[in-house]
């Protein structure tokens, strides 16, 4: 397979995880749509040679995750449009009423998850929304897997006070 | 196992992200501890929660139209600068002729 076809591949299979992962952690859908396209760019670009296919996905969530810090070290915090943090949403119910609640929750959750330090919400997206192991997490983070599992726990940890009134509810299920 | 390093490690355990031996401790620790399994729960319906928010699709967008394009302009600024740096070449005096042209410039500063 040539150098075109097989990043061709590369892109069609990687760019909508890496799309939603930029979203998750920048808010706002059209500057995670550029990263991702800079990133495929330099990665055109640099003819990198992977071993094995998780490697190409660790590669790519990399570089696509040092965009976007690099990007997010230049925002300051009221940029950030966080009405638009319903872009991602659930799967949503045809039921108007359960729709809505669906929507409150999801908003909720794209809030709070919003609101971690850049660090942990890396690592709680990587983890729980793109199903990574410690270890893949550590390789794209660039840091040891000990800091991973901490990052994951602190984040979890404030998730849970700041959902609070939903996990009560959670319960009584 | 203290309590507080259980808890520090519930996280990893629901991941799946601990070493066997830990996770046996952990879960013989939580079946004897009500305080560390009604926190374990509290994590585990996080993780519930959280997947409200899970991507429905991401937008649709057509980054290798956009990068092809991208590539196409970068070809054409190369082969620009390609051009211009022949027409530059075609300019520039012979090589031979390079001595002669540094003493005039000499002479003239002299």
Redesign the interface.
């Known amino acids: 397979m040539d150098h075109a076809s097989a990043f ?1 591949n590369l ?2 299979i990687h ?3 890496l ?2 992962f930029a ?2 952690l920048l808010t706002n ?1 059209d500057v995670a ?1 550029d990263i ?2 800079e990133a ?2 330099r990665i ?1 670009r640099a003819k990198p040679t992977f071993v094995s296919s998780d490697s190409v996905r660790v590669y790519l969530f990399r570089a696509v995750h040092n965009l976007c810090r690099d990007h997010l070290s230049g925002v300051r915090h009221n940029d950030i449009p966080i009405e638009r943090a319903s ?6 119910s045809t039921q108007p009423e359960i729709r809505c609640e ?1 929507q409150i ?2 908003d909720a ?2 809030a709070a ?1 919003r609101t971690l330090p850049e660090a942990q919400r890396a690592v ?1 997206v990587l ?3 793109e199903g990574f ?2 270890d893949e997490i550590a390789m794209i983070l660039q840091c040891p897997a000990g800091t991973v ?2 990052r ?2 602190l984040a ?1 940890e404030t ?2 006070r700041r ?1 609070r009134p ?2 009560s509810r ?2 009584s299920k | 196992m203290t309590c507080n390093a259980v808890q520090e490690r519930l996280n990893a355990f629901l991941d799946q992200e601990l070493p066997r031996d830990q996770a046996r401790v952990i879960d013989a620790h939580v079946a004897g501890c009500a305080a560390c399994a009604a926190l374990m729960e509290e994590y585990a319906a996080v993780r519930s929660i959280a997947s409200a928010w899970e991507a429905e699709a991401a937008p649709e967008i057509d980054a290798l139209q956009a990068i092809w394009t991208e590539v196409q302009a970068l070809r054409e600024e190369v082969a620009s600068l390609r051009q211009e740096l022949a027409v530059l070449r075609a300019e520039r005096p012979s090589p031979l002729l390079r001595p002669y042209a540094a003493r005039t410039v000499l002479t003239r500063v002299v």
């Open positions: 061709d892109v069609r760019q909508r995880p799309v939603r979203t998750r859908p749509e991702v396209q495929f760019f055109w872009d991602l949403a659930a799967p949503r669906q929750l999801a959750v794209a998850v709680f983890s729980h929304y192991r410690y599992a901490s994951k726990h979890v998730l849970r959902l939903w996990i959670e319960d």
